[in-house]
């Protein structure tokens, strides 16, 4: 087609291109040494004396592309630079408002107040904030005298009623105060569980392949071992029972101690959706096996289709325990994800379900030897749970900005689908929630050869080319790891919709620039 030879054309004209960037751009380069004039061998810390589980954890999302992506950053302020574009689009992590998501107006208008509640005193107040900002911000401001005291080490009291509130008008199922914790966004509950869990080597936990790297780096830091089991990637990234089995025996014959099983639902990186029954299933197996769940849901609200809603793990664990009465479970979530995308507040709670009552007080412990999550983030969270009701002088615009958040994304993963799936050697699954891709590339041969040449996975090379090609930034699929012999990337459909199709064309001529220098 027509297209297509535009595209090859233009990928063909990239080739000599992408081979004159490294010129342009000194590598990134590990440094083992410090930068000051001391002799290095006389210093006390190095990287050959420092903890060997730091050294073995590994963090794809903001690894090696990333710093070479800050390279190309300071080169394009240069005059003269000579790359073959004008700025680097970040798509390696879900960073809403970094590529232009803007954030919700209520959620600031409120913060403002609670950060400053001198303004609540002032009589213009009323004619720059809308009346239910300043109820609600003098609502929060009931639970803190300021945002700038530690609170108590579990979090605010009324932050933990409301999202027990939350929870219990989700899932039509009780929730108490009393099992929420709220934390920095979800990954240092989640980091903080696995401590509880991991005594050492021999303690594993079963995580998803793919799975997002917070899991495999914090079991490596933590001592543990990883069991990892396979995400079906013909069938939509399903989960099935005996997949769970599989990888159960498999960890137990190798003498591994499985102490909890995580889920992310919906998928990260591959956007997949749990129905309700293979939930169900998933429980099944974990009462069975006698092991507690750890279930990721910070993607909730990034649902995309109807006929796969999105359903919580806590709302089956609770029609399961009159029948597996040992089930436990940890659920996570987060402000910086959904249509709010707060990264930056670092606001996230976790609820206990089932667990013991003496260690809910060893997990409020390590809770409190970080004495508290940040009090603003906490302020989000009671936003994020309790956002305005029908008939609030807000509500309008607040679920405007939901709602074309919500839509305009779920196109841009369908657009960022349906340009993978055009191109020759690439296959996508359609996401049907979350906020990526993560696409198979089928990797020419010498492509192959000249990774190993350099030292890197063919993954690593295809998304380092493409970088200094488009200057786009994603990640390698060996980060999340995958199945052997395939090789994947994850990409954000997050750029904005006057972003995203430069995003498809930048992508869909490099690819074919990379067949045509490797065939």
Not at 37 to 57: F, G, Q, R
Not at 313 to 338: A, E, N, Q
Not at 340 to 351: A, L, P, Q, S, T
Not at 479 to 507: A, Y
Request: net charge neutral; with cysteine; glycine share 8%.
């Amino acid at each position: 087609p027509e297209g297509m030879r535009a595209v090859l054309t233009a990928g063909r004209s990239l080739v000599k291109r992408m081979e004159q960037v490294d010129r342009l751009v000194a590598p990134v380069a590990v440094c083992s040494a410090p930068t000051l004039h001391n002799d290095a061998t006389k210093m006390k810390l190095s990287v050959h004396n420092i903890s060997e589980k730091v050294l073995a954890a590994r963090y794809a999302v903001r690894g090696e592309v990333v710093a070479r992506a800050g390279a190309l950053k300071k080169k394009l302020q240069e005059g003269g630079h000579g790359l073959p574009f004008d700025r680097v689009i970040h798509c390696n992590i879900g960073n809403p408002q970094e590529v232009g998501q803007q954030p919700i107006t209520f959620f600031r208008q409120v913060i403002s107040l609670v950060e400053y509640p001198a303004l609540l005193d002032r009589p213009e107040v009323t004619s720059i904030f809308p009346r239910d900002a300043i109820e609600h911000a003098r609502h929060l401001l009931s639970f803190v005298t300021t945002t700038g005291a530690y609170s108590e080490s579990q979090g605010v009291l009324g932050v933990r009623k409301a999202v027990a509130q939350f929870i219990a008008a989700r899932d039509g199922v009780p929730a108490t105060e009393d099992n929420i914790f709220l934390t920095d966004g979800a990954s240092p509950g989640i980091k903080s569980f696995l401590q509880l869990l991991l005594r050492n080597e021999d303690d594993a936990v079963m995580i998803p392949i793919p799975q997002y790297p917070l899991y495999s780096a914090s079991i490596s830091l933590l001592g543990g071992s990883q069991a990892g089991y396979y995400l079906d990637e013909e069938n939509g990234w399903a989960l099935t029972p005996e997949e769970l089995e599989r990888s159960f025996r498999e960890a137990t014959v190798g003498g591994q101690n499985i102490r909890a099983l995580v889920v992310i639902n919906p998928g990260n990186p591959t956007g997949q959706v749990f129905t309700e029954d293979n939930i169900r299933q998933i429980c099944e197996f974990a009462a069975r096996r006698h092991i507690m769940i750890m279930a990721d849901e910070v993607y909730q609200e990034n649902i995309y289709y109807d006929n796969k809603p999105f359903v919580s793990f806590k709302k089956v664990v609770s029609d399961m325990l009159p029948k597996y009465p040992w089930l436990s479970l940890v659920s996570f979530h987060s402000t910086s994800k959904g249509f709010i995308g707060e990264c930056g507040k670092r606001g996230g709670y976790m609820e206990l379900v089932n667990i013991c009552p003496s260690v809910q007080q060893e997990i409020l412990k390590l809770q409190s030897v970080n004495l508290c999550s940040n009090v603003v983030g906490q302020m989000m969270v009671e936003l994020m749970v309790n956002p305005p009701k029908p008939g609030d002088p807000s509500y309008e615009l607040y679920n405007k900005e939901k709602t074309d958040i919500l839509v305009s994304l779920k196109r841009r993963s369908q657009m960022l689908a349906k340009a993978f799936n055009d191109l020759p050697g690439v296959s996508c699954q359609v996401p049907e929630g979350a906020m990526y891709a993560f696409p198979q590339v089928s990797i020419p041969r010498k492509a192959e050869v000249e990774a190993q040449r350099i030292g890197k996975t063919p993954d690593e090379l295809y998304v380092l080319e493409m970088l200094d090609a488009t200057g786009i930034v994603v990640v390698p699929g060996s980060g999340f790891r995958q199945k052997d012999g395939t090789h994947h990337f994850r990409t954000t459909f997050l750029p904005s919709e006057d972003q995203i199709d430069s995003v498809v064309d930048r992508l869909s001529k490099f690819h074919v620039a990379f067949l045509e220098k490797y065939k």
